[in-house]
């Protein structure tokens, strides 16, 4: 896999996570990259984007105010840190590269996905 999520598991609701996803081309750190989840049954969302350079980013509205995501890209990692989680945040959490966001993010890479489990 070219970018490796990490940092899933079980949390209580009201609790924190931070996810981590690592790329293994340097070439990444020149990319847009960002978040998206799918919950069982449901259809992938996008979750948060982070430009090339760090300084633009946009989250949905589900998350605004509880997710924030973040870059290194001396460590082509990408971060999101999830505060106030609740049950309807479960979902097997992605990470994506590349590609324009454009009113909605549409990359060109993913991840191979990490599980959130949120518990009421």
């Known amino acids: 896999q070219v970018q490796q999520e990490s940092g899933g598991g079980l949390v209580q609701a009201g609790g924190s996570l931070k996810l981590t996803c690592t790329a293994s081309?340097?070439?990444?750190?020149?990319?847009?990259r960002g978040w998206f989840r799918q919950a069982p049954g449901k259809e992938r969302e996008f979750v948060a984007f982070?430009?090339?350079?760090?300084?633009?980013?946009y989250y949905a509205d589900s998350v605004k105010g509880r997710f924030t995501i973040s870059r290194d890209n001396a460590k082509n990692t990408v971060y999101l840190e999830m505060d106030n989680l609740n049950p309807e945040d479960t979902a097997t959490y992605y990470c994506?590269?590349?590609?324009?966001?454009?009113?909605?993010?549409?990359?060109?890479?993913w991840g191979q996905g990490t599980q959130v489990t949120v518990s009421s």
């Open positions: 081309r340097s070439a990444f750190s020149d990319l847009n």
């Open positions: 982070i430009n090339s350079n760090g300084r633009n980013t």
């Open positions: 994506a590269a590349g590609g324009v966001y454009s009113q909605t993010y549409s990359p060109l890479y």
